[in-house]
């Protein structure tokens, strides 16, 4: 039997009430079902985010080392088994075997010991994962993946009603000028395969390869889109800009494009908030504020 560790029903019941409820209750006989199905026995001690059980395994048939990643199937993680067939191992980690009904994921097994997090200099950790970016966002997006258009056309809907609620008059006027900035580029959505969430604790190390991608949410769109995960770990003020020009440099993206694509996924946080009590982020306005103080912004059409 697999005991659900505490972290991950606790974080499933808070996002995804009575549906994350179930599924963390259905979580022992899933597992045990796949194990069986997949020819594999546990060999290691389970791990967890805030969205899936990862339990390392080893093939009975071959004694490859894999892990089994089961998690709630929602349109964040429908993506991943195709994003991670179109990288087919390049810069991210390999896909082995995938069961659609369920979601459930045979993957490569890397080193959890060698995080990004644990490099000690930030500035290397957000040049690692401009580089990744680099590499991944190179990939077109395969058919089926959710759309940032469709995402960013969503978001300016909510916009309006969202901004009544805010009562700082400083961050309503933040969010309205990330919106004002998301209608400069919501036309041209872009149709790279992004990741989505890049942050440094979904980069590990194996031997085939220094750094490699995990955990991908994919999405077709821009990469600027891509960049605010790298500016709010190990949230520096006044590094916003330096890390930003980094990336942008590394990816060889418009600034003034990645801006306002950046800018709208801070509205999207900011969304998320607010549309469930909370203030938006003061990490993400502050970011905000760095990145749109500066001459070289769009200017706003007529």
């Known amino acids: 039997?697999?005991?659900?560790?505490?972290?991950?029903?606790?974080?499933?019941?808070?996002?995804?009430?009575?549906?994350?409820?179930?599924?963390?209750?259905?979580?022992?006989?899933?597992?045990?079902?796949?194990?069986?199905?997949?020819?594999?026995?546990?060999?290691?001690?389970?791990?967890?985010?805030?969205?899936?059980?990862?339990?390392?395994?080893?093939?009975?048939?071959?004694?490859?080392?894999?892990?089994?990643?089961?998690?709630?199937?929602?349109?964040?993680?429908?993506?991943?088994p195709a994003a991670l067939r179109a990288w087919a191992g390049e810069r991210a980690v390999r896909l082995l075997r995938h069961d659609e009904p369920t979601g459930a994921l045979l993957l490569e097994r890397l080193d959890p010991t060698r995080m990004l997090t644990h490099v000690p200099d930030p500035h290397e950790a957000v040049l690692v994962i401009a580089r990744l970016l680099a590499d991944l966002t190179a990939t077109p997006a395969p058919a089926g993946i959710r759309r940032l258009g469709d995402i960013a056309a969503r978001m300016l809907e909510r916009t309006p009603q969202a901004l009544t609620r805010v009562e700082d008059a400083t961050a309503r006027r933040v969010l309205a000028d990330c919106?004002?900035?998301?209608?400069?580029?919501?036309?041209?959505?872009?149709?790279?395969?992004?990741?989505?969430?890049?942050?440094?604790?979904?980069?590990?190390?194996?031997?085939?390869?220094p750094w490699i991608a995990i955990d991908p949410k994919p999405l077709a769109g821009d990469p600027g889109f891509d960049l605010w995960p790298a500016l709010a770990n190990r949230f520096d003020a006044a590094d916003v800009r330096?890390?930003?020009?980094?990336?942008?440099?590394?990816?060889?993206?418009?600034?003034?494009?990645?801006?306002?694509?950046?800018?709208?996924?801070?509205?999207?946080?900011?969304?998320?908030?607010?549309?469930?009590?909370?203030?938006?982020?003061?990490?993400?306005?502050?970011?905000?504020?760095?990145?749109?103080?500066?001459?070289?912004?769009?200017?706003?059409?007529?």
């Open 179 to 209: 919106a004002a900035a998301l209608r400069e580029v919501a036309g041209e959505p872009g149709d790279r395969l992004l990741h989505w969430d890049l942050h440094f604790g979904n980069v590990l190390a194996a031997d085939r390869a």
């Open 242 to 302: 330096r890390r930003f020009d980094a990336m942008t440099d590394v990816l060889s993206l418009d600034r003034p494009r990645a801006r306002a694509w950046t800018l709208a996924r801070l509205l999207q946080n900011a969304l998320w908030n607010i549309e469930n009590g909370a203030r938006p982020a003061s990490q993400d306005l502050e970011i905000a504020h760095r990145l749109s103080d500066d001459r070289t912004w769009p200017r706003r059409r007529p």
């Open 1 to 80: 039997m697999i005991d659900v560790p505490h972290g991950l029903a606790a974080a499933q019941a808070k996002a995804n009430g009575d549906a994350g409820q179930a599924f963390v209750a259905a979580l022992p006989t899933l597992a045990a079902q796949f194990l069986q199905r997949w020819d594999l026995r546990l060999d290691g001690t389970p791990m967890h985010g805030r969205c899936a059980l990862v339990l390392p395994v080893t093939s009975t048939a071959d004694g490859t080392h894999a892990v089994l990643k089961l998690q709630l199937l929602d349109e964040e993680s429908a993506g991943e």
